[in-house]
């Protein structure tokens, strides 16, 4: 079971319950620093940095940048016919896992002798248009890849889609169509929308060509999807349409220069190295590696800074470059392209077409297969040794990939999205985050109350929950939450050390010793946060909560689960956790 920060913040005019939770270890993300001004290859000199722009200017000029979401694109059915397509892959999708799973579908298609679309639910201005694709253009049909975000809601993208769904009633007869759905099972609306899409379609009267896939982020969601195309999707498609695969597959993107020769690779740099906690059975370490010029070396790239142009070869694709273009090798691996992520199976299997060596070539194929041994395999050399791909073209000097080739295979570094766990009121200029394993920079909890304090503002009562493996090597803030608590900004104080003695005790065991006072806060309007782990610490605290309401509420389990439902509509449960 992981630890817990819980905090009780009862106001005059309201009562605020919020519960953060922190397991140091658990939540793994990283931090892309940039070099410090003069450091040798942390920019474009000046010079490189004005052809760059004046190459862009001149593509802008002379009309080659086109706007994606013009009307005439907006029309998909239109484009469809227009650009000769039979297969629409939508999707809606938050950090770009289900737009990167459509692409892929499309390119694929071509395999098929069909020829695919990816489609972003949000360039669609009038989704009726999805019922001319049942008779207008022969063969079709459409794919949605949706993930779902939050609790059980569409993505950002997703929003017009899913209002439209829920109103229209129009007929979609003659409209076959695939849902391949993407979420974490650690949360209780699990796929809510790819389900909801599934079935709503089939309401409408749309033909299901095959089952809804299941992609779960919590276990490995690229397995899913290779799964569900390989022996679901595919064998679908081909048995409706009576097709077979003719194997072809081709590029989407070219670069203008090829690829120099390839160099002996060297050791990267260690920047940094230091200890992040303080016991001596762990050591959580945080490192800094050069790994863009170690990826160059490795794709025979003698000029990082050399300006580049990649330029999709199909003109009727809405997607003209998979980044901003003209750039830099340098700019691309540091800034666009995600090189230090776990590559998936998809890219082994890319990567073994490029071996020159047969042992390694089938190790690829092996690695990248769906029997059980590949999966393991897959599971050992993979997730469990934490390669990247840089550490992969390492391992396997044989592969010798084309740089353009790479760059179209590799996903889009992704926006990272923290929790700002600083006051504005007490921090006007600057906005502090939590990153475990990277530096812990900020105090928990809310620190407008702090601040309100320090301007003599009445303040109701605040209780906080800590939990955590050792008090001595893992209370991190522990100077803060102190101070806290002999200013008077947090009234209670209960902490939960799991492994400072024989029995373990846990967050969820505090809170339940303080269940009457608990309730006697939630009548008044209290509010509960909760942040951290979502797979054990969350769903402990939630259920602790039911039996506290319902003890002491008197009430059933059945109404106790509605009266801590109906507070997360109000907005006086959030939960902000993690698997």
Same mark, same amino acid.
């Given at each position: 079971?992981?630890?817990f920060?819980?905090?009780?913040?009862? #106001?005059?005019?309201?009562?605020?319950?919020?519960?953060?939770?922190?397991?140091?270890?658990?939540?793994?993300c990283?931090?892309?620093?940039?070099?410090?001004d003069?450091?040798?290859?942390?920019?474009?000199s $000046?010079?490189?940095?004005?052809?760059?722009?004046?190459?862009?200017?001149?593509?802008?000029?002379?009309?080659?940048?086109?706007?994606?979401?013009?009307? $005439?694109?907006?029309?998909?059915?239109?484009?469809?016919?227009?650009?000769?397509?039979?297969?629409?892959?939508?999707y809606g999708?938050?950090?770009?896992?289900? #737009? /990167?799973?459509?692409?892929?579908?499309?390119k694929?298609?071509?395999?098929?002798?069909?020829?695919?679309?990816?489609?972003?639910?949000?360039?669609v201005?009038?989704?009726?248009?999805?019922?001319?694709?049942?008779g207008?253009?022969?063969?079709?049909?459409?794919?949605?890849?949706?993930?779902? !975000?939050? %609790?059980?809601?569409?993505?950002?993208?997703?929003?017009?889609?899913?209002?439209?769904?829920?109103?229209?009633?129009?007929?979609?007869?003659?409209?076959? =169509?695939?849902?391949?759905?993407?979420?974490?099972r650690?949360? /209780?609306?699990?796929?809510?929308?790819?389900?909801?899409?599934?079935?709503?379609?089939?309401?409408?009267g749309?033909?299901?060509?095959?089952?809804?896939?299941?992609?779960?982020?919590?276990?490995?969601?690229?397995?899913?999807?290779?799964?569900?195309?390989?022996s679901?999707?595919?064998?679908?498609?081909?048995?409706?349409?009576?097709?077979e695969?003719?194997?072809?597959?081709?590029?989407?993107?070219?670069?203008?220069?090829?690829?120099?020769?390839?160099?002996?690779?060297?050791?990267?740099?260690?920047?940094? @190295?230091?200890?992040?906690?303080?016991?001596?059975?762990?050591?959580?370490?945080?490192?800094?590696?050069?790994?863009? @010029?170690?990826?160059?070396?490795?794709l025979?790239?003698?000029?990082?800074?050399?300006?580049i142009?990649?330029?999709?070869?199909?003109?009727?694709? *809405?997607?003209?470059?998979?980044?901003?273009c003209?750039t830099?090798?340098r700019? &691309?691996f540091?800034?666009?392209?995600d090189?230090t992520?776990?590559?998936?199976?998809?890219?082994?299997?890319?990567?073994?077409?490029?071996?020159?060596?047969? #042992?390694?070539k089938?190790?690829?194929?092996?690695?990248?297969?769906?029997?059980?041994?590949?999966?393991?395999? =897959?599971?050992?050399?993979?997730?469990? %040794?934490n390669?990247?791909?840089v550490?992969?073209?390492?391992?396997?000097?044989?592969?010798?990939? &084309?740089?353009?080739?790479?760059? #179209?295979l590799?996903?889009?570094?992704?926006?990272?999205? !923290?929790?700002?766990?600083?006051?504005?009121?007490? !921090?006007?200029?600057?906005?502090?985050?939590? &990153?475990?394993?990277?530096?812990?920079?900020?105090?928990?909890?809310?620190?407008?109350? %702090?601040?309100?304090?320090?301007?003599?503002?009445?303040?109701?009562e605040?209780?906080?929950? =800590?939990?955590?493996?050792? $008090?001595?090597?893992?209370?991190?803030?522990?100077?803060?939450?102190?101070?806290?608590? @002999?200013?008077?900004?947090?009234?209670?104080?209960?902490?939960?050390?799991?492994?400072?003695?024989?029995?373990?005790?846990?967050?969820?065991?505090?809170?339940?010793?303080?269940? %009457?006072?608990?309730?006697?806060?939630?009548?008044?309007?209290?509010?509960? =946060?909760?942040?951290?782990?979502?797979?054990?610490?969350?769903?402990?605290?939630?259920a602790?909560? @039911?039996?506290?309401? *319902?003890?002491?509420?008197?009430?059933?389990? $059945?109404?106790?689960?509605?009266?801590?439902?109906?507070?997360?509509?109000?907005?006086?449960?959030?939960?902000?956790?993690?698997?």
């Amino acid at each position: 079971m992981g630890s817990f920060w819980g905090k009780i913040d009862l #106001e005059l005019s309201s009562t605020n319950i919020i519960i953060f939770s922190s397991v140091v270890g658990i939540a793994v993300c990283y931090l892309v620093f940039r070099k410090k001004d003069g450091s040798n290859g942390s920019s474009i000199s $000046q010079s490189d940095l004005d052809k760059l722009l004046q190459q862009r200017q001149a593509s802008s000029n002379s009309g080659t940048s086109r706007r994606i979401s013009s009307s $005439q694109d907006a029309n998909f059915v239109e484009k469809m016919k227009r650009t000769n397509k039979n297969v629409v892959f939508f999707y809606g999708s938050q950090t770009g896992t289900a #737009e /990167e799973f459509a692409t892929r579908l499309a390119k694929s298609a071509q395999k098929y002798g069909m020829k695919g679309i990816a489609c972003d639910t949000e360039n669609v201005d009038d989704w009726d248009v999805l019922a001319e694709l049942c008779g207008g253009i022969e063969r079709s049909f459409a794919v949605f890849c949706m993930a779902t !975000y939050g %609790e059980g809601e569409p993505t950002d993208n997703a929003v017009q889609f899913n209002e439209w769904l829920k109103q229209t009633d129009m007929s979609l007869a003659g409209l076959k =169509y695939c849902v391949f759905a993407l979420g974490n099972r650690t949360y /209780e609306h699990f796929n809510a929308m790819g389900i909801f899409v599934d079935k709503r379609l089939e309401v409408l009267g749309a033909e299901r060509l095959c089952d809804c896939g299941m992609g779960d982020d919590d276990q490995n969601i690229e397995d899913d999807f290779v799964q569900w195309q390989d022996s679901l999707f595919w064998p679908s498609v081909c048995k409706h349409f009576d097709i077979e695969s003719t194997g072809e597959f081709a590029s989407s993107f070219e670069r203008q220069r090829p690829p120099f020769d390839s160099k002996n690779p060297f050791l990267a740099t260690l920047t940094t @190295e230091r200890k992040l906690n303080r016991d001596d059975d762990r050591y959580f370490m945080h490192i800094e590696l050069d790994m863009t @010029e170690r990826l160059c070396e490795l794709l025979g790239i003698d000029d990082l800074d050399e300006i580049i142009n990649l330029e999709n070869v199909d003109p009727d694709d *809405a997607k003209r470059y998979p980044f901003p273009c003209p750039t830099t090798y340098r700019v &691309a691996f540091s800034h666009y392209l995600d090189i230090t992520s776990q590559p998936t199976t998809h890219l082994c299997r890319e990567l073994a077409e490029y071996a020159t060596n047969e #042992e390694q070539k089938q190790f690829l194929l092996s690695l990248s297969s769906n029997t059980p041994e590949g999966k393991e395999l =897959y599971k050992k050399w993979i997730k469990t %040794e934490n390669r990247t791909v840089v550490e992969v073209l390492e391992s396997l000097d044989s592969v010798k990939i &084309a740089a353009d080739h790479l760059c #179209e295979l590799l996903p889009r570094l992704q926006v990272r999205y !923290y929790s700002i766990s600083s006051s504005a009121k007490l !921090y006007p200029t600057s906005v502090h985050i939590t &990153a475990v394993l990277v530096d812990y920079e900020t105090p928990l909890g809310r620190q407008e109350k %702090e601040w309100q304090k320090e301007q003599g503002k009445p303040l109701g009562e605040v209780v906080l929950y =800590y939990g955590c493996r050792r $008090q001595d090597s893992d209370f991190i803030y522990r100077d803060e939450v102190e101070k806290w608590v @002999e200013q008077g900004v947090v009234t209670h104080l209960y902490t939960a050390f799991s492994r400072d003695q024989q029995n373990k005790v846990y967050v969820q065991h505090r809170l339940a010793e303080n269940g %009457e006072s608990t309730w006697e806060l939630l009548q008044k309007g209290a509010h509960v =946060y909760v942040c951290g782990d979502a797979k054990n610490m969350a769903r402990d605290v939630y259920a602790c909560l @039911e039996k506290i309401i *319902a003890q002491f509420g008197g009430m059933s389990a $059945q109404e106790a689960t509605g009266y801590l439902k109906n507070m997360s509509v109000k907005g006086r449960y959030s939960a902000d956790v993690w698997s």
